[in-house]
């Protein structure tokens, strides 16, 4: 038990540390190539908090059991947006640029959209994978393409001001990577202490599944978004979120089913989590529109071109995530 209690406190405090280092990285890196921070956020930071799911996706295909990538994705894809945004939301107001409205959560819906049609027949096939990969490269060929495109563009603008503070590109480097490491560390120790703590105390293995490991398979993004968050790096938290839902979708899924074609998709995955996935990604579209929003907040989107949610958002979106695991508790009983 005081092993366990230990392996809580520390891998809190770990995972804390470690989210402050990782954002440090990535907001360097961007820094350095003059690139925004929204696309090292959706490039590094959401593909790279990402890569457990990416594991288990190989892991689960080469064990014939690709039924879990889908399971893994989809339910990563929920907690991104209803318990990681809600979470942050209540901290601080999730701040969503115009592009960012115009052009990538539109494109998320698109991908949301494409996997439906593509599990329509109950299957995703070599071909389905095929497809989800090259639409991948295709989305990541396009965002790298775009972002260059403004940069270039605005270089001119640029030209008069003053020169930026240089930032060491291996000092970043190694802070993302670092970091990264550390938050998945840290959250596997925490979930570990967690679920022992648990045990010791009676707790069901339901409940811990449905609570504890449940949330900590999301620690790193949602650790990693508070801190983007709270030193006022909103463009990294919400490009976490987008581009880890983007990489679970696409890539978790199309890995598995390029090495182990997922014949007869589970009825649970077509009639509760791809549903439910998809209105989340819906819903995160819509309820960044000022609609019902305070006068400070509107005044501040018109003037910064900027869309978002608050506490009453994030509420929302955390009230949906637990509806989401009660509803897995009933149909699991």
């Known amino acids: 038990m005081i092993l366990s209690i230990a392996a809580i406190v520390g891998g809190l405090i770990l995972l804390v540390w470690s989210a402050d280092r990782f954002v440090d990285g990535a907001v360097g890196v961007a820094q ?29 295909a080469l064990n014939d059991t690709p039924q ?17 945004l809600g979470v942050t939301a209540l901290i601080i107001p999730v701040v969503v640029k115009k592009e960012a409205m115009k052009r990538d959560i ?4 698109a991908m949301t959209a494409l996997t439906v049609l593509l599990l329509l027949d109950g299957n995703v096939s070599f071909v389905d994978g095929a497809i989800l ?9 396009f965002n790298i393409f775009t972002e260059l495109h403004a940069k270039h563009k605005q270089k001119n603008e640029e030209s008069d001001e003053a020169p930026a503070e240089k930032v060491s590109i291996v000092k970043s480097s190694l802070l993302l990577l670092v970091g990264l490491g550390l938050l998945i560390a840290s959250s596997r120790m925490l979930v570990w202490g967690a679920i022992n703590v648990a045990q010791a105390l009676g707790v069901s293995d339901l409940l811990i599944g449905l609570t504890i490991v449940a949330v900590g398979t999301s620690l790193p993004e ?8 709270r030193r006022g790096e909103n463009d990294l938290a919400v490009g976490n979120i987008i581009g880890s839902n983007s990489f679970n979708t696409l890539v978790v899924v199309g890995i598995a089913a390029v090495i182990t074609p997922i014949r007869a998709v589970e009825p649970e995955v077509l009639s509760r989590d791809l549903p439910i996935m998809s209105a989340l990604t819906l819903l995160l579209f819509f309820i960044c529109f000022p609609f019902f ?3 400070k907040f509107k005044a501040r989107r018109n003037k910064h071109e900027q869309f978002g949610f608050g506490r009453i958002g994030g509420a929302l979106f955390l009230s949906l995530y637990v509806a ?5 508790g009933v149909m699991t009983v």
């Open 222 to 229: 949602l650790a990693s978004s508070i801190a983007a968050a």
């Open 32 to 60: 350095f190539f003059g690139m925004s921070t929204f696309l090292i956020g959706m490039l590094v930071v959401g593909f790279g908090t990402s890569a457990p799911e990416m594991v288990v996706s190989v892991l689960s």
């Open 293 to 295: 929003k305070s006068k």
């Open 324 to 328: 989401y695991l009660v509803l897995l």
């Open 133 to 141: 990969l090259l639409v991948f490269v295709g989305i990541t060929a």
């Open 68 to 84: 879990l990538a889908l399971g893994n994705a989809y339910g990563s894809n929920i907690a991104n947006i209803a318990l990681i």
């Open 106 to 109: 539109p494109i998320l819906i």
